[in-house]
């Protein structure tokens, strides 16, 4: 991270309030929060016709608000722990100084977040505006400290902004943290991290719009997660193109410096063509830092959204009817649950609940009409994208599909966001057999439309936490009864440990891996080694067999780690492992190639309680300290918790080892994940790994 106060100082010349009117303390053209949908995006069906109809607020199209071959960016940097520990803010705020100047180009930034601002300008305790051009920083306004992750404060800025900064072109950016369609951007951690949802940009947008003659060029995350269906639905009634990522953003996200230099000698670029550079400038500053292989970034024309929602919507309805065939509904959820997706999505990371929209639909193809239709329009929407070799298959565009079942605030959410009535109900559905342990009987999508037989994006999830509050008594045994066995899991004469499914259980199960265990030194605890995909697998007699080897992965000192699955691509497995990092809790990142090849691809925090997903990507040092967490289970109670290795002092070259285990007993056992959320594991059996590499099996 640069050092950059010094730097800043001497290119800030100060004109407090001289460029424009208004602050954070005037509200004379405050919001009115309560109107926000009622301004917004609606979309509509009737049950009769499943047509989707699309309303998106009629903004004066006319006139160009600023002179010909301009260009304005509006920043909501709101800067929360990436500035206040790291600087990236900073580090931004540079950067647009560093590019080459223009008259004809300007960023006008908002500031706000961070307990702590690292550098001698932006002050701590306040909002803060200033003007980028030429490599020179004007301070325009400041106001008492607010909310970044409101909505008015947001309005505020963009509404001022317009009226005071209009260009020909116009361009957002939505600078921070981000979570995905659920959890939203901005969340500020001098407010407890609230956020800005789907809900509030659409209000705001809807505000501001309401006084423009033209759309916004662009709006762009940089930040992760964002490149979402949903987001992009709802940015589509305010701009003609959108920028983000499906995944998070590794290293220190866009460079600001390429993008204003690109405009500087381009000022009558359009916004395609500036995505390409984002794009790009993007991939190649994490291939300077080694960190290309997990960054996805697109441009998304939005004129092509309402294609795309329709089409999905006839897609999900074919999905939501062909679901009563427990043949296709297993297999679509197999599919599903095997499909790419983002923001990690396990026991150690946490959940985004973010799948590749491509994905998911091809995964559904063979059981549905009209996946073709919407991977058509979705091609046509995505314009450009990068994406690095773990995410190479990505489709431009994330969608909520709920891995884990988080209850009801989230489900809440989704129902006010969802682009299709029939998609919300297959979820509605699905969750519906979680709680009710498989059975659909009596479940009927009669709530999602009013006596008329109408559903209205607008109205949907306002108010309807109290429906989803069933999700909330959804528990995850690990005994789940839908899986059902015609040989239940058994060690043979031979050594082999093996099951095969029923019929029933055939149609329920979702998934099949190993969990690995070894004991306390006392006996009292299992230590969880973590997942395991060495199995026989065939689906299509429903016949599993252990086919684990005995490697494992362990620091240079020998230390095993707990490792969990994080995805599975062409060419390699990606492992997360829990861990202390100079006392702070975070997950190595591993990348184990099908040659056998590990490296680390840094420490990734995860997601947050608040849904927040970590931005940075933190590599490793000589001198780092590091200690292998285990989650921990009593073999003769229910009481759960951790257990801790010995420190590790990380040496400066990235050795991650696999091989055999050490000769000793440890514990295996079958986990079976159904198509509801719940698992099944297994009874134990032992394995004992040889000094030779050996493994045997026997019963404990």
């Known amino acids: 991270m640069k050092v950059l106060a010094i730097i800043l100082a001497a290119a800030m010349t100060l004109c407090l309030a001289a460029c424009g009117s208004g602050s954070d303390s005037d509200k004379s053209g405050a919001l009115d929060t309560s109107s926000l949908s009622a301004k917004g995006l609606n979309m509509s069906l009737n049950r009769s016709t499943g047509k989707l109809t699309v309303d998106r ?164 995350f940089d930040a992760c997660l964002m490149g979402t269906l949903e987001t992009a639905n709802v940015l589509a009634s305010y701009a003609d193109y959108m920028y983000g990522s499906e995944e998070s953003e590794p290293g220190y996200g866009w460079d600001y410096t390429v993008i204003g230099t690109y405009l500087a000698r381009n000022p009558d670029a359009d916004a395609a063509s500036l995505g390409k550079v984002v794009c790009d400038s993007f991939y190649k500053s994490c291939e300077d830092i080694g960190q290309e292989r997990g960054a996805t970034l697109a441009v998304i024309d939005l004129s092509y959204m309402d294609e795309l929602v329709a089409d999905f919507n006839a897609f999900a309805q074919s999905m939501y009817e062909s679901a009563e065939n427990p043949d296709a509904l297993v297999c679509m959820v197999r599919g599903i649950e095997g499909a790419e997706n983002f923001g990690g999505n396990n026991k150690s990371e946490g959940y985004t609940n973010m799948v590749d929209l491509g994905a998911l639909v091809s995964a559904c193809a063979p059981y549905t ?44 959410i989704f129902g006010g966001v969802c682009v299709s009535p029939y998609y919300l109900s297959f979820i509605d559905r699905q969750n519906y057999g979680s709680v009710n342990q498989g059975s659909t009987a009596g479940y009927s999508d009669d709530y999602w439309y009013d006596e008329d037989g109408n559903w209205s994006w607008a109205s949907a999830g306002a108010g309807d936490s109290e429906y989803w509050e069933y999700a909330d008594s959804f528990e995850i045994t690990g005994e789940s009864p839908l899986i059902t066995f015609e040989q239940e899991p058994i060690l043979d004469d031979e050594g ?90 975070t997950n190595l990142r591993l990348r184990q190639t099908f040659d056998g090849d590990i490296t680390i691809e840094g420490a990734w925090a995860g997601i947050d309680e608040n849904g927040m997903a970590a931005k940075d990507i933190v590599q490793l040092k000589e001198g780092d300290k590091i200690v292998p967490i285990y989650y921990s289970y009593a073999v003769n109670s229910d009481d759960e918790g951790y257990y801790y290795g010995g420190e590790y002092v990380f040496e400066g070259t990235p050795e991650i080892y696999y091989d055999v285990m050490e000769s000793a007993d440890y514990l295996f056992a079958f986990c079976i994940d159904d198509i509801y959320g719940d698992y099944y594991l297994s009874e134990f059996v032992m394995f004992n790994v040889e000094e030779n590499g050996d493994v045997y099996y026997y019963e404990w």
């Open 57 to 220: 607020p009629a903004g004066a199209q006319g006139d160009r608000m600023g002179e010909a071959g301009t260009w304005t960016i509006f920043v909501y940097l709101c800067g929360t722990d990436l500035e206040s520990r790291y600087g990236m803010g900073t580090n931004d705020l540079q950067e647009m100084l560093n590019a080459e100047g223009s008259d004809s180009v300007r960023f006008v930034v908002q500031t706000g977040g961070a307990e702590r601002w690292r550098n001698d300008i932006v002050e701590n305790g306040k909002i803060q505006r200033f003007l980028v051009q030429d490599g020179e920083l004007y301070a325009l306004d400041e106001g008492p400290s607010a909310n970044m992750g409101d909505v008015e404060t947001f309005y505020d800025f963009i509404s001022w902004g317009v009226e005071n900064y209009a260009s020909e072109h116009m361009g957002v950016i939505l600078w921070n943290h981000g979570g995905g369609s659920i959890t939203g951007i901005c969340f500020d951690e001098q407010n407890e991290f609230d956020s800005l949802s789907l809900k509030d940009l659409d209000g705001a947008f809807a505000a501001v719009y309401e006084n423009m003659t033209q759309k916004f060029d662009f709006i762009g």
């Open 369 to 412: 009409d009209g996946a073709d239709a919407v991977l058509n329009s979705l091609d046509n929407a995505v314009v450009y994208s990068i994406a690095g070799s773990t995410h190479k298959n990505a489709s431009g565009l994330s969608l909520y599909y709920p891995l884990s079942v988080q209850g009801s605030e989230e489900l809440t």
């Open 496 to 585: 082999d440990f093996w099951f095969i499914l029923d019929d029933s259980g055939y149609y329920y199960a979702a998934n099949v891996y190993g969990y690995v265990y070894e004991l306390s030194e006392d006996g009292e605890d299992l230590i969880e080694l973590g997942e395991t995909y060495d199995i026989i697998i065939d689906w299509d007699n429903g016949f599993f067999c252990d086919d684990f080897d005995g490697y494992w992965m362990s620091l240079p000192d020998g230390q095993n780690l707990a490792t969990y699955i994080v995805e599975v691509t062409d060419d390699a497995i990606i492992y997360t492992s829990p861990v202390f990092l100079n006392d702070e809790q």
